[in-house]
């Protein structure tokens, strides 16, 4: 999907090895989206205003935290089924 949306491939993977992109709304949510994987319990208030101030909206917090949920339901249904993985390279 990433070249689908015209990223290239060392775009790709700076998102998949967490790099700055020097987008600073791009990087404000692959912050948010660590912090969400990597941390438990409720999201300090600091963390959400660093997001809207980077320019997400609500909807797109939503959004990005539906993603995330849709994802790691995927991943477990695959680790059941041991489904073949099919997606290309990011070369």
Request: aromatic letters at 4%.
């Amino acid at each position: 999907m990433s070249k689908k949306i015209g990223l290239d491939r060392e775009a790709i993977l700076a998102l998949r090895e967490a790099r700055p992109s020097g987008n600073a709304r791009d990087d404000a949510l692959a912050a948010f989206v660590l912090h969400l994987l990597t941390t438990s319990g409720t999201v300090q208030a600091e963390v959400v205003t660093a997001i809207k101030q980077a320019g997400v909206t609500d909807a797109q917090i939503v959004d990005v935290t539906m993603d995330i949920a849709s994802i790691a339901l995927t991943n477990l249904f695959n680790r059941i089924n041991d489904t073949t993985l099919d997606f290309p390279a990011a070369d």
